[in-house]
Protein backbone atom coordinates (compact mmCIF):
# COMPACT_ATOMS: atom_id res chain seq x y z
CA UNK A 1 0.00 0.00 0.00
CA UNK A 2 2.73 2.56 0.67
CA UNK A 3 4.12 2.23 -2.87
CA UNK A 4 0.76 2.90 -4.01
CA UNK A 5 0.74 6.05 -2.07
CA UNK A 6 4.61 7.20 -3.54
CA UNK A 7 3.08 6.38 -7.60
CA UNK A 8 0.07 8.78 -6.67
CA UNK A 9 1.88 11.51 -6.79
CA UNK A 10 1.70 13.71 -9.49
CA UNK A 11 5.59 15.21 -9.41
CA UNK A 12 6.55 11.47 -9.45
CA UNK A 13 4.94 10.94 -12.77
CA UNK A 14 7.02 10.82 -15.79
CA UNK A 15 3.79 12.33 -17.09
CA UNK A 16 0.63 13.22 -15.54
CA UNK A 17 -1.84 11.31 -16.94
CA UNK A 18 -5.94 11.35 -16.96
CA UNK A 19 -5.83 7.62 -15.58
CA UNK A 20 -3.18 9.26 -12.67
CA UNK A 21 -5.83 11.55 -12.04
CA UNK A 22 -8.85 8.96 -11.82
CA UNK A 23 -6.32 6.57 -9.48
CA UNK A 24 -6.01 9.69 -7.25
CA UNK A 25 -9.50 10.35 -7.26
CA UNK A 26 -10.46 7.02 -6.39
CA UNK A 27 -8.08 7.38 -3.63
CA UNK A 28 -9.91 10.09 -2.33
CA UNK A 29 -12.90 8.48 -2.92
CA UNK A 30 -11.78 5.52 -0.78
CA UNK A 31 -10.16 7.07 2.66
CA UNK A 32 -13.52 9.73 2.57
CA UNK A 33 -15.76 6.33 2.17
CA UNK A 34 -13.86 4.45 4.47
CA UNK A 35 -14.00 6.97 7.27
CA UNK A 36 -17.44 7.56 6.95
CA UNK A 37 -18.19 3.81 7.54
CA UNK A 38 -16.04 3.52 10.30
CA UNK A 39 -18.15 6.14 12.31
CA UNK A 40 -21.45 5.16 11.39
CA UNK A 41 -20.41 1.91 12.57
CA UNK A 42 -18.86 2.97 15.95
CA UNK A 43 -22.29 5.00 16.49
CA UNK A 44 -24.46 2.48 15.47
CA UNK A 45 -22.55 -0.61 17.81
CA UNK A 46 -22.96 2.15 20.30
CA UNK A 47 -27.13 2.49 19.75
CA UNK A 48 -27.51 -1.15 20.02
CA UNK A 49 -25.58 -1.19 23.34
CA UNK A 50 -26.96 1.99 24.89
CA UNK A 51 -30.10 1.71 27.50
CA UNK A 52 -33.27 3.06 26.24
CA UNK A 53 -34.16 6.72 26.25
CA UNK A 54 -35.82 9.53 25.39
CA UNK A 55 -32.52 9.96 22.70
CA UNK A 56 -33.40 6.92 21.17
CA UNK A 57 -35.64 8.97 18.84
CA UNK A 58 -32.75 11.68 18.20
CA UNK A 59 -30.29 9.02 17.91
CA UNK A 60 -32.16 7.21 15.35
CA UNK A 61 -32.88 10.19 13.13
CA UNK A 62 -29.27 10.72 13.06
CA UNK A 63 -28.44 7.36 12.24
CA UNK A 64 -30.93 7.06 9.25
CA UNK A 65 -29.80 10.77 8.36
CA UNK A 66 -26.02 9.83 8.10
CA UNK A 67 -27.45 6.32 6.44
CA UNK A 68 -29.00 7.86 3.67
CA UNK A 69 -26.14 10.25 2.83
CA UNK A 70 -23.66 7.32 2.55
CA UNK A 71 -25.57 5.48 0.73
CA UNK A 72 -26.03 8.43 -1.72
CA UNK A 73 -22.49 9.17 -1.20
CA UNK A 74 -21.76 5.31 -2.12
CA UNK A 75 -23.89 5.18 -5.75
CA UNK A 76 -22.33 8.36 -6.80
CA UNK A 77 -18.92 6.47 -6.15
CA UNK A 78 -20.31 3.08 -7.96
CA UNK A 79 -21.53 5.37 -11.19
CA UNK A 80 -18.03 7.32 -11.04
CA UNK A 81 -16.03 3.57 -11.21
CA UNK A 82 -18.50 2.28 -13.67
CA UNK A 83 -18.51 4.85 -15.92
CA UNK A 84 -15.02 6.07 -15.61
CA UNK A 85 -12.61 3.44 -14.00
CA UNK A 86 -13.54 0.02 -14.47
CA UNK A 87 -13.61 0.57 -18.42
CA UNK A 88 -10.57 1.67 -18.66
CA UNK A 89 -8.88 -0.84 -16.36
CA UNK A 90 -10.95 -3.70 -17.93
CA UNK A 91 -10.36 -2.64 -21.40
CA UNK A 92 -6.49 -1.96 -20.36
CA UNK A 93 -6.05 -6.20 -19.22
CA UNK A 94 -8.37 -7.12 -22.14
CA UNK A 95 -5.89 -6.60 -24.26
CA UNK A 96 -3.11 -8.50 -22.10
CA UNK A 97 -3.42 -12.64 -22.28
CA UNK A 98 -4.50 -12.55 -18.83
CA UNK A 99 -8.00 -13.63 -16.82
CA UNK A 100 -10.52 -10.94 -17.34
CA UNK A 101 -11.30 -8.54 -14.60
CA UNK A 102 -14.77 -9.16 -14.97
CA UNK A 103 -15.33 -12.04 -12.29
CA UNK A 104 -13.64 -9.82 -9.54
CA UNK A 105 -15.42 -6.64 -10.49
CA UNK A 106 -18.65 -8.48 -10.56
CA UNK A 107 -17.88 -10.00 -7.11
CA UNK A 108 -17.27 -6.27 -5.66
CA UNK A 109 -20.26 -5.27 -7.39
CA UNK A 110 -22.37 -7.97 -5.73
CA UNK A 111 -20.74 -7.14 -2.36
CA UNK A 112 -21.54 -3.71 -2.44
CA UNK A 113 -25.46 -4.52 -3.37
CA UNK A 114 -24.99 -7.11 0.04
CA UNK A 115 -23.98 -4.14 2.01
CA UNK A 116 -26.76 -1.57 0.62
CA UNK A 117 -29.76 -4.57 1.44
CA UNK A 118 -28.59 -4.40 5.07
CA UNK A 119 -28.60 -0.29 5.02
CA UNK A 120 -32.35 -0.23 3.14
CA UNK A 121 -33.13 -2.92 6.27
CA UNK A 122 -31.97 -0.50 8.58
CA UNK A 123 -33.78 2.34 6.97
CA UNK A 124 -36.88 0.48 6.85
CA UNK A 125 -36.87 -1.13 10.09
CA UNK A 126 -35.91 2.20 11.93
CA UNK A 127 -38.48 4.40 9.46
CA UNK A 128 -40.71 1.97 11.01
CA UNK A 129 -39.81 2.87 14.54
CA UNK A 130 -39.60 6.43 14.37
CA UNK A 131 -43.70 6.57 12.69
CA UNK A 132 -44.77 4.56 16.26
CA UNK A 133 -42.61 6.49 18.22
CA UNK A 134 -43.80 9.62 16.53
CA UNK A 135 -47.88 8.17 16.77
CA UNK A 136 -47.40 7.85 20.43
CA UNK A 137 -47.99 3.74 19.66
CA UNK A 138 -44.64 2.59 20.96
CA UNK A 139 -42.90 3.43 24.49
CA UNK A 140 -39.14 3.31 25.53
CA UNK A 141 -39.75 -0.32 26.66
CA UNK A 142 -37.64 -3.81 26.44
CA UNK A 143 -39.43 -4.31 22.65
CA UNK A 144 -38.35 -1.08 21.61
CA UNK A 145 -35.13 -2.03 23.04
CA UNK A 146 -35.10 -4.79 20.85
CA UNK A 147 -36.48 -3.43 17.56
CA UNK A 148 -33.42 -0.90 18.02
CA UNK A 149 -30.78 -3.67 18.38
CA UNK A 150 -32.20 -5.44 15.37
CA UNK A 151 -32.36 -2.44 13.26
CA UNK A 152 -28.51 -1.14 14.30
CA UNK A 153 -27.23 -5.10 14.05
CA UNK A 154 -27.96 -4.66 9.85
CA UNK A 155 -26.53 -1.21 9.79
CA UNK A 156 -23.58 -2.24 11.97
CA UNK A 157 -23.39 -5.59 9.17
CA UNK A 158 -23.51 -3.57 6.10
CA UNK A 159 -20.94 -1.33 7.78
CA UNK A 160 -18.85 -4.16 8.17
CA UNK A 161 -19.55 -5.98 4.52
CA UNK A 162 -18.03 -2.03 3.19
CA UNK A 163 -15.16 -2.14 5.14
CA UNK A 164 -14.81 -5.53 3.81
CA UNK A 165 -15.48 -4.30 0.39
CA UNK A 166 -12.90 -1.17 0.12
CA UNK A 167 -9.94 -3.64 1.40
CA UNK A 168 -11.10 -6.18 -1.26
CA UNK A 169 -11.17 -3.49 -3.75
CA UNK A 170 -8.01 -2.02 -3.15
CA UNK A 171 -6.17 -5.40 -3.13
CA UNK A 172 -7.52 -5.71 -6.60
CA UNK A 173 -7.62 -2.47 -8.21
CA UNK A 174 -4.45 -1.00 -6.61
CA UNK A 175 -1.84 -3.78 -7.93
CA UNK A 176 -4.17 -3.53 -11.35
CA UNK A 177 -3.82 0.83 -11.70
CA UNK A 178 -0.12 0.43 -10.63
CA UNK A 179 0.80 -1.24 -13.21
CA UNK A 180 -0.90 1.00 -15.97
CA UNK A 181 0.78 3.82 -14.23
CA UNK A 182 4.27 1.82 -14.66
CA UNK A 183 3.54 1.87 -17.92
CA UNK A 184 2.59 4.91 -18.64
CA UNK A 185 5.40 6.16 -17.46
CA UNK A 186 7.61 4.17 -19.24
CA UNK A 187 6.07 4.98 -22.36
CA UNK A 188 6.70 8.81 -21.66
CA UNK A 189 10.17 8.61 -19.92
Do not use: N
Amino acid sequence: MMRMEAELEPLDSARTSAFLMLVIQLKTDHDCLKEKVDALYERSMSAAASPMSSTMFQTLEQLRSESAHLVSELDRHAKWEDQELFPIITSYFKKKIEPTMMPSIWVLEKDHELALQFFDTFLELSGSMLSMLKRGMERYDVHMAQQLKQATDHLTQGCLILKGHFHMEEDVLFPLVGEILTDIDYLFS
